[in-house]
Protein backbone atom coordinates (compact mmCIF):
# COMPACT_ATOMS: atom_id res chain seq x y z
CA UNK A 1 0.00 0.00 0.00
CA UNK A 2 1.16 3.60 -1.19
CA UNK A 3 1.40 6.34 1.33
CA UNK A 4 2.94 9.85 0.30
CA UNK A 5 2.64 12.11 3.74
CA UNK A 6 3.44 16.08 3.67
CA UNK A 7 4.71 18.53 5.82
CA UNK A 8 6.06 21.51 6.32
CA UNK A 9 3.19 24.18 5.25
CA UNK A 10 2.15 26.97 7.05
CA UNK A 11 1.80 30.43 7.02
CA UNK A 12 4.19 33.04 5.80
CA UNK A 13 4.74 36.40 4.61
CA UNK A 14 5.53 37.48 1.11
CA UNK A 15 8.93 37.16 0.26
CA UNK A 16 9.58 34.56 3.05
CA UNK A 17 10.94 30.91 2.34
CA UNK A 18 9.18 27.01 3.18
CA UNK A 19 10.52 23.57 2.99
CA UNK A 20 7.50 21.03 2.39
CA UNK A 21 8.78 17.34 2.46
CA UNK A 22 6.73 14.17 1.38
CA UNK A 23 8.02 11.24 3.35
CA UNK A 24 6.52 7.92 0.91
CA UNK A 25 6.23 4.37 2.01
CA UNK A 26 5.19 1.12 -0.90
CA UNK A 27 6.82 3.70 -3.86
CA UNK A 28 10.58 4.31 -4.50
CA UNK A 29 11.39 7.39 -5.05
CA UNK A 30 14.40 6.71 -6.40
CA UNK A 31 12.89 5.37 -9.77
CA UNK A 32 8.92 6.67 -9.95
CA UNK A 33 8.69 9.71 -11.44
CA UNK A 34 7.17 12.17 -8.06
CA UNK A 35 6.09 15.49 -7.92
CA UNK A 36 4.07 18.39 -6.24
CA UNK A 37 0.75 19.72 -7.32
CA UNK A 38 -1.46 22.49 -5.68
CA UNK A 39 -4.89 23.94 -5.64
CA UNK A 40 -6.12 27.24 -4.85
CA UNK A 41 -9.48 27.73 -3.48
CA UNK A 42 -11.95 27.63 -6.82
CA UNK A 43 -9.40 26.58 -9.24
CA UNK A 44 -8.29 23.75 -10.59
CA UNK A 45 -5.35 21.75 -9.68
CA UNK A 46 -2.18 22.27 -11.13
CA UNK A 47 1.06 20.48 -11.54
CA UNK A 48 4.72 22.65 -9.80
CA UNK A 49 7.29 20.75 -10.07
CA UNK A 50 8.63 16.95 -11.19
CA UNK A 51 11.55 14.82 -10.41
CA UNK A 52 11.69 11.64 -12.75
CA UNK A 53 13.49 8.47 -11.53
CA UNK A 54 16.62 9.70 -13.14
CA UNK A 55 16.38 13.08 -11.52
CA UNK A 56 15.15 15.38 -14.39
CA UNK A 57 13.29 18.03 -13.12
CA UNK A 58 10.68 20.41 -14.25
CA UNK A 59 8.82 23.54 -13.20
CA UNK A 60 5.86 25.34 -13.41
CA UNK A 61 6.41 28.26 -15.29
CA UNK A 62 5.15 30.07 -12.54
CA UNK A 63 7.79 28.82 -9.54
CA UNK A 64 10.59 28.84 -12.03
CA UNK A 65 13.86 30.17 -10.54
CA UNK A 66 12.14 30.15 -7.08
CA UNK A 67 11.08 26.33 -6.10
CA UNK A 68 13.51 23.70 -6.31
CA UNK A 69 12.40 19.98 -6.06
CA UNK A 70 14.48 17.57 -4.58
CA UNK A 71 14.90 14.40 -2.82
CA UNK A 72 16.85 12.14 -1.05
CA UNK A 73 16.67 8.70 -1.97
CA UNK A 74 17.24 6.90 1.10
CA UNK A 75 14.81 8.61 3.53
CA UNK A 76 12.50 8.02 0.54
CA UNK A 77 11.66 11.42 0.96
CA UNK A 78 10.80 14.53 -1.70
CA UNK A 79 10.83 18.06 -0.88
CA UNK A 80 9.79 21.75 -2.05
CA UNK A 81 11.72 24.27 -1.17
CA UNK A 82 10.22 27.78 -1.54
CA UNK A 83 11.85 31.23 -1.53
CA UNK A 84 10.47 34.09 -2.94
CA UNK A 85 6.56 33.32 -1.75
CA UNK A 86 3.97 35.43 -3.43
CA UNK A 87 0.25 35.48 -2.12
CA UNK A 88 -0.80 33.91 -5.44
CA UNK A 89 1.31 30.81 -4.19
CA UNK A 90 -1.07 29.92 -1.39
CA UNK A 91 -2.49 27.05 -1.87
CA UNK A 92 -3.11 23.12 -0.42
CA UNK A 93 0.25 21.23 -1.69
CA UNK A 94 0.33 17.90 -2.80
CA UNK A 95 2.58 15.16 -2.73
CA UNK A 96 2.03 13.11 -6.07
CA UNK A 97 3.80 9.84 -7.54
CA UNK A 98 3.74 7.72 -10.37
CA UNK A 99 4.07 3.82 -10.17
CA UNK A 100 1.43 1.47 -11.07
CA UNK A 101 -1.40 4.13 -10.48
CA UNK A 102 -1.55 7.76 -9.24
CA UNK A 103 -0.49 8.49 -5.99
CA UNK A 104 -1.80 11.26 -3.82
CA UNK A 105 -0.75 12.65 -0.70
CA UNK A 106 -3.24 14.51 1.88
CA UNK A 107 -2.14 18.00 1.54
CA UNK A 108 -0.98 20.49 3.04
CA UNK A 109 -1.75 23.95 3.15
CA UNK A 110 0.30 27.15 2.60
CA UNK A 111 -0.89 30.24 3.08
CA UNK A 112 1.08 33.59 2.10
CA UNK A 113 -0.12 36.24 3.73
CA UNK A 114 1.13 39.99 2.88
Known amino acids: QVQLVESGGGLVQVGGSLRLSCAGSGISFSINTMGWYRQAPGKQREVVAIITGGGSTSYADSVKGRFTISRDNAKNTMYLQMNSLKSEDTAVYYC????????WGQGTQVTVSS
Open 96 to 103: WGFGKSNY
